[in-house]
């Protein structure tokens, strides 16, 4: 099994390395989230364990682009940010789970294994299906009853969220945080703007409208129930 440690501090990164060869895993060693990020797009690794707060790009960022990229390897964070708010992020942003330093080792040892089992155990999801929307998210394209949908990146990564959550409202903070990375400011239109755009292209041409509006509360994708 080949495992990523992304880890800014030497020590701890030595540590980690050290330990997890130990315990029969092949492991490489970066020190920022650049090289976390290259690393991750470009070799064949079985679980990233990685820091938050690293130079170059964060773990958040890191993760928000693999997962746009379609890459699903099991992500461990393993950070000294203990907030329930970075949990629930780090979670919702596609992470399987968070462990807060300072840490033993033989537990994140058994969370590694537990995930790689996990992993081993399920399938890997290349689609999404919602009525007569297709997603693919490996050639990250979208069909609609036949007919290619053409989407910014942007585009894709809002309707890849909807459809993941199909039928649970998204409030415009979870939209911004995870498809913009930022936090939501009352005072742009730039969620409105973009699902709008969305909606032009998703349900404009077609009866049955997948996209709604839950009015003071957010956005959802469904069909809609039968009359």
């Known amino acids: ?19 997890l060869i130990e315990a029969s895993f092949t492991v490489d060693l970066v020190m920022t989230g650049t090289d976390a990020l290259q690393h991750a797009l470009n070799e064949p690794y079985d679980l990233l364990i990685l820091d ?24 461990l964070f393993l950070t000294a940010r203990d907030g329930v708010e970075d949990r629930v992020k780090g979670l919702e942003l596609g992470a399987d789970d968070y462990l807060v330093k300072p840490f033993a080792f033989a537990e994140l040892l058994a969370r590694v294994r537990t995930l790689l089992r996990r992993s081993a155990s399920a399938p890997v999801q290349t689609s999404l299906t919602v009525c007569d929307l297709q997603v693919d998210l490996l050639k990250r394209r979208a ?19 909807l459809m993941r959550r199909r039928g649970e409202v998204l409030p415009k903070s979870l939209i911004a945080s995870q498809v913009w990375d930022m936090n939501f400011d009352s005072d742009t239109n730039v969620i409105e703007v973009a699902i709008r755009r969305l909606r ?11 996209i709604q509006t839950i009015r003071g509360m957010g956005y959802l994708l469904d069909a809609p129930e039968p009359d």
């Open 52 to 75: 938050i707060m690293m130079p170059g790009l964060n773990g958040w960022e890191v993760l928000r682009t693999l997962r746009a990229a379609g890459h699903t390897v099991p992500v």
């Open 200 to 210: 032009v292209k998703i349900d404009d041409d077609f009866e049955v409208k997948l």
């Open 143 to 161: 069909i609609r009853a036949g007919k290619r949908i053409d989407l910014t990146a942007k585009e894709f990564s809002l309707l890849e969220l």
């Open 1 to 19: 099994m080949k495992l990523l440690v992304a880890e800014d501090e030497p020590k701890t990164g030595s540590y980690l390395q050290q330990g």
